[in-house]
């Protein structure tokens, strides 16, 4: 049958949906790369550091694990995870609060299928929110944020948005550290959005994924101040290193548990359960523990003084870039730079962001891949190409109270530091 006939019969939500941003740049990396060009990978936010050991040890130990476990999760692993947020956030979880899911990209994707409301997305925001919805036949609002502001949702800009509408059902999307900008919000600005989120009602799908990656671990979920209406989305990917393992959480305060209902019905006729052995594995993650705890105040360690060298340099050249909180990325503006890029024919993000790629071997994300105007200069670096097992090790040789300085950089993240480099001649 002919690739139009085929078409024909294509939802079409998903006609036209472009390969996710982040994939499409690491596809055309690694093609780059096998063509022989020296390419600096900042493009996929993946993190650089291995799986914590003890995690492993247990994966290891549960290989044999084949049974289908339950759709809502291991009972033992719900348990963990209900655990960490009330040794972390001081919330009062239950085992029966949270759904375990093949990624939280999954769990998202689910429940927006079961919701019923708009979703309301602040720009830039992770690559894939919007064409969930979009797949789904959601409305997608975009609320736009300002650079003076750190790029984060502010409570005027989500009241002007909702009140326009006050009583129509919402999904508000809170994601902090922010992906793409490593900014997040201080206890007062978490305070100030959840009593707008309250006047409203409106659910919010807090988003902390790199919640442990917070530099100073000082992550605080706005659910503390707003736990009736908050979902906060988490998992393994980020900071256990364990993207390709796919295991996502979900934690429901009890006057949402209509909506952890609806989404593990749909679960158990789509994905079933998430994988057995990952799940034994991510019990031992979510319990903590000193060699958990020294692992992550390592890698904080490290991605916090590679991200304030690289803003230096970044902001030596020119650009405008708030400074990282937490997580691996950087938002850079070349708007400062546009008349002498408008020279090179360069004018819009993307057309930039190739530019830089073909002529640097760096390669980085336009802002448009995160909902931002196409004819802005902004982009995001994902600062992880490094080898973070060596990085780690040679770190637990440096005495808690000295910095990782330049030296260190250069020894073990170096193509990083290189790549910033290379950008910064680029500009010149």
Known sequence: MPDHAHEMHLNLNVRGLPLSATLEINELSARLIREGRQIFRLGLGQSPFPVPPPVVEELRANAHQKDYLPVRGLEALRTAVAGYFTRTQHLNLRPENILIGPGSKELMFILQLVYYGDLVVPTPSWVSY?????IVGRHVRWVSTEEKSDWLLTPEALDRLCRE????????????????????????QLQALAETARKYKVILLSDEIYGELDFRGNHLSIARFYPEGTIISGGLSKWCGAGGWRLGTFAFPDALNWLLEAMAAVASETYTATSAPIQYA????????L????YLWQ???ILHALGVHVHGILRESGVTVPEPRGGFYLF??????REKLRSRGITTGKELCTAILEQTGVAILPGSAFGRPPEELTARAAFVDFDGARALAAAEQVPAGEELGEPFLKTYCGKVLEAADR???WLD
Not at 130 to 134: G, I, L, N, T, V
Not at 165 to 188: H, Q, S, W
Not at 291 to 294: G, I
């Open 130 to 134: 919007a064409p969930q919805a979009h």
């Open 165 to 188: 509408d006050p009583t129509k059902p919402r999904i508000v999307i809170l994601n902090y550290p922010n992906n793409p900008t490593g900014c997040t919000y201080t206890p007062e």
């Open 282 to 289: 991510a019990v031992r993650a979510f319990e903590g523990g």
């Open 291 to 294: 060699r958990l705890e020294r």
């Open 299 to 301: 890698s904080r360690r």
């Open 332 to 337: 850079p503006n070349f708007s400062s730079c």
């Open 423 to 425: 950008l910064s001649e």
